[in-house]
Structures are given as C-alpha cells and as structure tokens.
C-alpha cells in the first residue's frame, strides 16, 4: 500500500536540543510538504520541496531546517531556536506541485512536546 | 489576496439528520477547492476536490460539496449523519502562485460531533 509514513508518533524536546522529524513517501511523488498544527489555527506551511535538492520555505519556517536528498524523504528539524515548538507536525506530498489542482496525502503526524 | 472562512467552529447534529459545514472562499482566479477530513491524532483524508468541472462535487462516506461562484462558497453535506463522521473537517483553497506552482491555504477546521 502506497502512503506516507511519519515517525516517530510522540516526541520530546529538551530546552537547547535538535529534534528530527521523520517523514518518508512511497507513492512517487515530487512534490513534499511540513505543516504545523496548533489548536484552532488550521494548518501553516513551514518548508516545501518541490523536487530532490531543492527546498522554500513556507510561511512560518523561522527555527526550522529540512532536506530533500531522496524523492522519498523530506526530514524536518525542529531546532532549539524554535521557541514553541510544541505542535501537531504533518508532513504532505502530491503529485506535482506544478498546478493548482493536486490534492495533498498526508501522513498520521508526529506530536512534539517540549519537557 | 486569496482566502478561506469556514463560518461555525463547531457543529453538533444528530446521527441520522443532515449535516451542513459551510465555507466561504476569497480568490482571484478560478479556484481549486477540496474538503479533507481528520480524524483525532490522524493525518488528513481528502474528501473531494472541484477543479472546474461539474459544480455539485460527490466524495467519498456519503458527503458531497456543491460549488457556487455567485455565493463564493463550497459547503459540505451529507443526508443522514453517522457516527463515525465524528471529526474535524478541513476546508481547503489551492491557488497557483507565479513560479512557485500550486498552494493550500486551509481554514480553521469545523469540529463535527454526532449525537447518539
């Protein structure tokens, strides 16, 4: 079965630490999406990647990294300058970014707390 | 500027009487709209899509969403409510941004709970 698969499912930062965020596709997609999801606020688009070793970033991408080394991986780094890092994290794909009428698949999400 | 507003935060109905989830949209262009639906702690599941095709858009689990350019809205129906429809519902505008393809911008989310 075809899908994305986000791990781990919880996770948990230390004040000053880097955290990853794992996110891996099967379907052949180019184009990969992080979003982040707090209550009430819909989604936010942090990075997307548009095609392999390429990257822009989204609307609240201040604190955090990714890379885009394989079609099939797009990880996120959440790093200690993100001062609220705590959030639902879903990472998306689609076909093609290329035109506006691609529905994004997303995966189950990684919960980060900060302990 | 484009825009989404799903006008109620949350609906309670029934199970068995129809559910409306309403969304108002703001584009300049002939926009894609989707509705997604989420589960508790669960990624996002597309629902249906319009693209510019025929204006009443049937999805998947009974629902259907019909397109009205003169109202600017995309509401979300469904005839008999279950109770496994119980969830957070996701309208959804795509517009295409020059050089950089295709975005989504999401609304709030309309939390759907269904009564016994």
């Known amino acids: 079965d075809g899908g994305i698969t986000q791990s781990p499912k919880y996770l948990f930062r230390k004040e000053g630490q880097n955290v990853t965020l794992s996110c891996e596709q099967n379907l052949n997609h180019d184009a990969m999406y992080w979003y982040r999801q707090d209550p009430g606020q819909g989604l936010r688009l942090i990075y997307y990647s548009q095609i392999v070793n390429d990257f822009q970033k989204g609307d609240i991408a201040e604190g955090y990294s990714v890379s885009r080394e394989k079609k099939e991986s797009f990880p996120l780094t959440v790093t200690s300058a993100q001062k609220n890092p705590t959030a639902f994290y879903l990472c998306a794909s689609s076909l093609t970014e290329l035109y506006s009428n691609q529905p994004q698949h997303f995966g189950d999400g990684t919960r980060l707390s900060i302990l | 500027a484009q825009s989404v507003t799903q006008l109620d935060s949350h609906v309670s109905v029934s199970e068995g009487t129809p559910v409306l989830l309403r969304c108002n949209y703001s584009?300049?262009?002939?926009?894609?709209l989707f509705w997604y639906v989420q589960h508790p702690n669960k990624g996002l599941q597309l629902l249906l899509k319009?693209?510019?095709?025929?204006?009443l858009v049937k999805g998947i689990n009974g629902f259907e969403a019909e397109f009205k350019k003169s109202e600017t809205s995309f509401h979300l129906t469904k005839p008999s409510a279950h109770m496994s429809d119980a969830a957070e519902y996701f309208c959804?505008?795509?517009?295409?941004?020059?050089?950089?393809?295709?975005?989504?911008?999401f609304g709030q989310g309309t939390e759907l709970s269904v009564k016994p």
């Open positions: 584009s300049s262009y002939s926009p894609s």
């Open positions: 959804v505008v795509s517009v295409r941004i020059y050089n950089q393809g295709g975005k989504l911008i």
């Open positions: 319009y693209t510019s095709a025929a204006t």
